[in-house]
């Protein structure tokens, strides 16, 4: 797995996900949003690390019994013990929340473990517990039932699909109260310095708004009068 510089992960902490869309839009990147996934706590910080998967496949009731939850190699056991810190357990629960993908001790133990966060397309159990942990954390639903209920956990760290988005091991997974959203890997660190600087010149137009002045010109910066202004701005703001 690709190890985020701490550079790149600190700016990303910095960013929204919707200028992220914006960046990845502008690359021809149109379906990296994870779809119908909402923060457990609106509070919760924002979630920034490399994607770790696990994938759900249907469960066959003979192979899916209580009795699996024994075998210390069980893909949901060894991706909780597996993700390495400073990653993101995203998990393909087929967007069927109708089973947990995980519960509060499980979620718990991630973050002991120094894992970034959490998500999945399905929903989680114990969600009032987990939303006290200040641990991020992304799901559909709460989820009452057990995962073996309707999903069997096959294999981890594959590429998968959540939420409709393509999630390859690595790339990086960015969350926050407007969802979470999937950087290929290999344009981590360029989205992170273009976001960086989009975030600063939106900052500066926000305040121009907030003034009285009009988009026109201003957002986009057609007006050199709006270029001029923001390096003023960004000097005096140490931006």
Known sequence: MSKLSDT???KLKSVSTAT??????????RIQTIQDVHPLNPDQPTLVGEAFTLRYMPAR???????????????QRKAIEECPPGAVLVMDSRKDARAASAGAILVTRLMKRGCAGVVTDGGFRDAAEIAKLGF????????????LTLHQAIEINVPIGC??????????????S???????AHLA??????????????????????AGRSILGLYPATDEQTLTGFAAWRKAKAR
């Open 189 to 210: 660190d360029e989205i992170a310095n273009e976001t960086f600087e989009m975030t600063a010149f939106e900052d500066f137009v926000t305040e121009q708004v907030h």
């Open 163 to 176: 939420g409709d988005a393509p999630v390859f091991p690595g790339d990086v997974i960015l969350g926050d």
């Open 20 to 29: 992220v869309a914006t960046a990845l839009f502008k690359r021809g990147l």
């Open 136 to 147: 991020p954390a992304f799901h559909h639903r709460p989820s009452a039932p057990t995962n």
């Open 8 to 10: 790149t992960r600190n």
């Open 61 to 75: 009731e003979d192979l899916n019994t209580i009795e699996v939850f024994r075998d210390r190699a069980h893909p």
């Open 178 to 184: 407007d969802g979470v959203i999937v950087i290929p």
